[in-house]
């Protein structure tokens, strides 16, 4: 079985993002063995350009540690995919021999370069700034509808 994780920085707070990522991932047990990680936030000290390169590589480095399979990192300026593009590009991966995805979003700041350049792929949701946090569900709802496409069911539309 496929597995999926989404490999992300920080901790949720908010309930109704907690029970919206449980659903889906309920949801997804049928298709995938599906997990979220989550990496340690790194704290910024200051608004300089420098300290927020210090957050994005500290983070980027806990990122790595536990990046594995297939990488797809969420970036503004990644491919941008329709629902049924982003079901052809996963359910053609087992087909290459890969059995393990994992999506990647970045903290407050973004992906460092190191991260961004490591994955396979990089996938944008558009050009509109989401809370990385809200990002976690919208990425768990369209992951869903990609193995609904993959599998003919009603639930895309």
Known sequence: MLAVNVLCVG????????DGIAEYAKRLSRFCKFTVTEVEEEPLTSESESDIERVKAREGQRILSRAEGHLIALCIDGKNLS???LSEYMTSLPAKGVSRITFII???YGLSDEVASRCNFRLSFGKN???HQ???????EQIYR??????????HK
């Open 11 to 18: 901790r949720l707070k908010e309930k109704y993002l907690k």
């Open 83 to 85: 629902s049924t593009e």
């Open 106 to 108: 970045g903290g407050s």
């Open 129 to 131: 700034t989401y809370p």
């Open 134 to 140: 809200l990002m976690r569900l919208i990425l768990c």
């Open 146 to 155: 990609a193995f609904m496409i993959a599998g003919g069911g009603t639930y």
